[in-house]
């Protein structure tokens, strides 16, 4: 059970291009966004789509797939871990974000064409 304690599996589409960046001693990061859909029908009978959008991170290896296989729109089931940040912005206000720091991805859909 100890390996379930901050676990995250998602499955949806890129929204947007990864961005890919190298650290100082050249390990690569790939920053993307995720939308994630569920659908149901409320009270009235009509059909309701509600997407959450996400945040990920990939680094190494794992980086490498993401900015060779995919694009925005290419549809992806990750595995991971949730990442909290906090920071202050420049007019002193503490921010907070929560980011999915990608361990494993598997393409469902192939690379979705731009």
Not at 52 to 81: C, F, M, P, R, S
């Amino acid at each position: 059970m100890y390996a379930l304690k901050n676990r995250v599996q998602l499955i949806g589409n890129l929204g947007n291009a990864p961005e890919i960046r190298e650290t100082k001693n050249g390990k690569k990061m790939a920053r993307f966004s995720m939308a994630t859909n569920e659908v149901y029908k409320n009270a009235s009978g009509e059909k309701v789509t509600e997407t959450q959008w996400h945040n990920l991170i990939a680094w190494g290896k794992v980086a490498d797939l993401v900015e060779k296989y995919l694009v925005k729109g290419t549809e992806v089931a990750i595995d991971g871990k949730l990442i909290n940040n906090n920071y202050t912005d420049k007019d002193g206000t503490k921010k907070y974000s929560t980011e999915v720091h990608v361990n494993e991805l598997l393409l469902i859909g192939g690379k979705a064409s731009a």
